[in-house]
């Protein structure tokens, strides 16, 4: 498995879950600037369930020392998104993403066929 072709897939997909959830943010309050949705990303209480997920992404980018193996990186990512585990919270919210965003399931595809 390649690492760095795993990672671009992550990113993507962590791409096409930041647009889903900006798009319902936006249909409920109103267009809101980059910065804005930065920071309205970073609440725990309302983005917390996307913490698992961008946890797996920087541990792509821990020191050598520190990183995991890239087979125990796959392993992680696996267990994190294929499939999605409805009794978590980042599972739970990652579902009903992909039941109305056709984006998020074809950056879910292309992750899984690498998995």
Do not use: C
Request: net charge negative; charged share 25%; proline share 8%.
């Amino acid at each position: 498995m390649d690492p760095d072709a795993l990672r671009s897939a992550l990113l993507a997909l962590h791409k096409a879950l930041l647009a889903a959830e900006r798009q319902s943010l936006e249909r409920l309050h109103g267009p809101v600037s980059n910065a804005e949705y930065l920071q309205i990303v970073q609440d725990p209480l309302r983005y917390g369930w996307l913490k698992p997920f961008t946890e797996l992404i920087l541990a792509f980018d821990d020191d050598e020392e520190e990183r995991a193996s890239p087979g125990e990186l796959a392993d992680r990512s696996r267990e994190l998104l294929a499939p999605p585990k409805q009794a978590t919270p980042f599972g739970r919210r990652y579902l009903s993403l992909m039941q109305r965003e056709p984006a998020l399931v074809m950056a879910h595809s292309t992750l899984v066929k690498l998995l």
